[in-house]
């Protein structure tokens, strides 16, 4: 098939790579000239572990093409995927929509023939329903209907190739037999692997991508609520955290304490939740949401509280090293990273910050220029008063405690991810305090 992703960012272009992959003939769109350019040679604009090497297979073999062109775009494909970002509103919790409904005015603005516009934008519910008159209303095709559906993603970054070759299920919110045969079509290699596909309405379809998000959310928030609960007790919230994993009801995914959750997508998504459930009337829908969020925020703010405590109740004249500023592994992505997060809040009291992440510093850069940087992590290391794991690479998590703690002016940890081993670094002269776990 013939297909055009619209949107090239962190989802569009690890959509379009993953369906010239699977055999479709792809054009992407986006209105920023320099990104076209890069993706067109075959680079990312971002770091995902697999992706260049699915956009030079498939740019070679003719497959994938990318243009800034929505008529070129609508000449081409008979199948058009909605791709672009929907951020928070400023000043507000809700989902600003407004990349959204450029892009369909655009498109249907465009088609002169008949096509299927498929939404895979994370937007509040209802939207589907708006749109779909939009387009009805600005498409003027002389023969065949536009139809539109919503196909919702569920991508983890640093596993997004996977995630979208082979998903744990696909959901089609469509109102017509016609729109779900197409959709079925398009992801017939994927669905020939046994994927297990749900077809819903467009509200449904909508709210399956914002309430997963808001239950995983709800996981991370209850484990680190836990983890205050067992400081407090002098229990151990890994081992805690680990029985209730083996219940089947619960499972260990997204059961375990540490920093929190960032990202491009669950704070957003779970405040946009709240916003939605508000205007619609889901006042304890709302409630809930607001304390899954607050207790995510407040667990940096006690982060903080716990290094001050660390460095002899006040920062100033003390060198804090922060290991990470991508908000999870594996990733580039900054966007409302804990790690940064804490980092710019101890220099707001009177810290200096040094930073370290194998991926991110670009872009933790561009957000806060006033950070100081490190090239390697011994020299973030280098005459510090505490580190901070912030971020659990692989890097850190494996590093030698014993050369580490020659390089520092107190050799003391915070680990807020609960990755290293306590007993190494203990026996290696530090002082270790990890949130949720037994003080030494």
């Not at 075959?42 to 260049?52: I, K, N, S, V």
């Not at 919503?150 to 089609?172: H, I, K, S």
């Not at 007790?233 to 959750?261: E, P, Q």
């Amino acid at each position: 098939m013939k297909i055009s992703v619209i949107g090239t960012g962190y989802l569009g272009a690890v959509h379009a790579a993953c369906m010239a992959e699977i055999g479709h003939q792809v054009i992407g769109v986006d209105t920023d000239a320099g990104k076209i350019a890069t993706l067109a040679a075959g680079r990312t604009p971002f770091f995902e572990p697999g992706l260049a090497e699915l956009l030079q297979s498939n740019i070679s073999a003719g497959r994938l093409s990318f243009t800034t062109s929505m008529a070129e775009a609508t000449a081409f494909a008979d199948v058009h995927f909605i791709c672009v970002g929907t951020p928070q509103q400023a000043g507000s919790y809700a989902a600003d929509l407004r990349y959204v409904d450029e892009v369909v005015t655009q498109l249907a603005l465009h088609l002169r023939r008949p096509a299927l516009v498929v939404g895979k934008s994370t937007v509040p519910v209802g939207t589907a329903t708006r749109l779909k008159a939009l387009v009805a209303k600005l498409a003027h095709v002389d023969e065949g209907p536009v139809e539109l559906a919503w196909n919702p993603e569920f991508l983890r970054e640093g596993f997004a190739v996977q995630d979208t070759l082979r998903p744990d299920r696909l959901v089609f919110g469509v109102d017509s037999d016609a729109s779900e045969a197409t959709l079925r079509e398009v992801y017939q290699p994927i669905l020939d692997l046994g994927t297990t596909c749900i077809t819903a309405d467009f509200a449904t379809a909508e709210l399956v991508k914002v309430a997963a998000n808001a239950f995983l959310a709800t996981k991370i928030s209850f484990i680190n609520a836990m983890a205050e609960v067992c400081e407090a007790a002098g229990a151990d919230v890994t081992v805690l955290s680990n029985a209730l994993g083996h219940d089947a009801r619960i499972g260990h995914r997204f059961l375990h304490a540490g920093l929190g959750f960032g990202g491009g997508c669950l704070p957003k998504d779970i405040r946009a939740f709240r916003a939605r459930a508000g205007e619609i009337g889901a006042q304890e829908a709302l409630t809930f949401l607001k304390e899954v969020d607050e207790i995510n925020m407040r667990l940096r703010e006690r982060t903080v509280d716990v290094a001050k405590a660390l460095v002899g109740g006040s920062f100033l004249s003390r060198t804090v090293t922060v290991l990470g500023a991508a908000f999870k592994p594996d990733s580039d992505d900054v966007r409302d990273s804990p790690a940064l997060h804490i980092a710019a809040l101890m220099q707001l009291k009177g810290a200096s910050v040094v930073v370290h992440d194998p991926e991110a510093m670009p872009n933790a850069r561009k957000l806060f220029p006033t950070l100081r940087y490190a090239a390697s992590l011994d020299e973030a290391c280098a005459d510090s008063d505490l580190v901070v794991l912030a971020t659990e690479w692989p890097l850190y998590r494996d590093a030698d405690p014993e050369h580490l703690a020659g390089l520092t002016r107190r050799p003391v940890m915070l680990d807020t991810r609960n990755v290293i081993d306590l007993a190494g670094w203990r026996g290696a002269g530090w002082q270790v305090r990890a949130l949720g776990r037994p003080r030494a």
